[in-house]
């Protein structure tokens, strides 16, 4: 009994180093069998298109896409995830975006992987890979934001495994904030993480040696938002995030900002009961700060479902050291010794190389038809008309197709207001300020969803035609005034 114990023990030490590769592979084919999930987002069409015009045009400082925002302030400040974006489309099409999106989303759990076992038993690590994967998949869209996960977990990860060591953070994690601040506008919230994770440190620190620990994680913070100022804009950059959130009820009317919705049992409220079932009947007990930590990340998944991410892959990460000084049996025994061999990594290379090609010939990958109104757009197109109102979820396409937009995905340079009145109007909410807007800003067209309000009105309204409709859109044409010469 004891022997077939130390083989089955000896056995777990051989492999349990490729857990982490082994995550990361499976998250990777999981991801790429269900890969037109990850193009559900009209927003990636604008993020290739902006890529392709940063290599054309430089760094833009003002909006190129719209009508109603044409020359005011915007800063292309995901740049460096659209040039990757654009570079994959141009190499291999939406297939190529595809797994670009699914080999970030693969490294960030692969990552997640490893930090939690340093930590915590195997049971344990892959018990809460398998729950960040579920809270993480409702937001897994090719957009900036999944390139920058890996980012965001090696950096609280690193940030955390200094504190829980009493270690000063490495200086090298300052190159991986330099990178994400130009990956995606989230790395502003990298920057408040090491604050938080300081003040742990600070706290949990001995008395005598508090002061020389406040000192090494304030210098690190300081030198973090040094570095996410390292971009083509400055600390511009720092700034889009707190324009976003003060777009106020507007956000509510964007789909990935609503609060989370518990009216049907899904995967975000079964974690959240069992994850509290588990403390209540283990006991589990926190630092204070890491409680707040904890509380800040739970409120903002439950104000914003795109949030959800952010709790499924940090949470792990906080609570796997406390979790591990408290219950002995969740423990990771030492593995630091044992290292991956490189003809394991090498064959798991090979064998996803082959997969991604397999899936490429027999997955046809292309954006929903939900939000590409390719064959409304050919109409506008053809009827060659001017300004058009658009529903917010069919701008990304327009931008695609060249076509200037009322409104698209760009919140922060539309602001709140605009969101929230095109919002009112296309819903009829406000039937005259709908009306009002179309003369306003002389709309020759429009490109609404079928179930709109507003297209049953236009149907109805003089001085309007129903132009073209299928699925996808719905294209009104503003009829021109009588004696006016076409």
Sequence with gaps: MATTSIAAERDTETWAPALPWLAGAFVYLVVMLVGNSL??????????????????HGFPHT?????????????????????????????????????????????????????LQDRLALLQTVAFVAVAFILV?????????????????????????????????SLALLALMVVWANL?????????????????????????????????????GVLALVAGCV?????????????????????????????????????????????????????????PVRILILLGLLHMALSAERNGELLGLLAPLLLAAPLARQFAQLRSPDQTAHRVPLGVVAGLAVALVAATAG???FSAYQ??????????????????VGRVFNDYDLGGYLVFAGVPTFIDGRTELFGGDFTAR????????????????????????????????????????PGWKRLYADETAVVHMRLPLRGTVQ
Excluded: C
């Excluded at 900036?144 to 609280?156: E, G, M, Q, T, Y």
């Excluded at 974690?271 to 630092?287: D, E, I, K, T």
């Design 63 to 115: 909006d190129p896409f719209s009508f109603t925002f044409a020359g005011k302030p915007w800063i292309a400040k995901e740049w460096l995830s659209q040039l990757l974006y654009f570079g994959a489309f141009r190499l291999g099409g939406w297939p190529a975006v595809v797994a670009l999106a699914a080999g970030a989303i693969a490294a960030a759990f692969g990552l997640l992987t490893r930090f």
């Design 231 to 287: 971009t083509p804009y400055g600390p511009q950059s720092l700034l889009v995030t707190g324009q976003v959130l003060s777009l106020g009820p507007a956000l509510s009317i964007i789909g990935e900002w609503k609060p989370a919705d518990f009216s049907h049992l899904a995967g975000f409220e079964m974690a959240l009961l069992l994850g509290g079932g588990f403390a209540l009947y283990r006991g589990v007990v926190l630092p």
């Design 359 to 361: 899936l490429m010939s």
């Design 422 to 461: 095109a919002y009112r109007a296309a819903t009829l909410a406000d039937l005259n300020d709908f009306v009002a807007l179309l003369d306003e800003y002389k709309i020759d067209a429009t490109l609404l969803e079928p179930s709109v309000p507003a297209v049953a009105l236009l149907d109805r309204l």
């Design 184 to 220: 995606h506008a989230g790395f502003s919230l990298g920057i408040l993480m090491a604050g938080a994770i300081g003040l742990d440190a600070i706290v949990s620190a001995d008395a005598a040696a508090r002061r020389q620990v406040a000192f090494v994680w304030i210098r690190f």
């Design 39 to 56: 193009l559900n987002d009209s927003d990636s069409y604008w993020h290739i298109v902006v890529g392709q015009w940063i290599l054309a």
């Design 137 to 169: 998949t409702p937001h897994a869209i090719a957009r900036p934001h999944v390139l920058a996960l890996p980012l965001l977990v090696a950096w609280v990860g690193g940030l955390l495994r200094a504190a829980d060591r009493g270690k000063a953070p």
């Design 367 to 384: 954006p929903n038809a939900r939000i590409t109104p390719a064959g409304a757009v050919a109409a506008l197109k053809a009827a060659k």
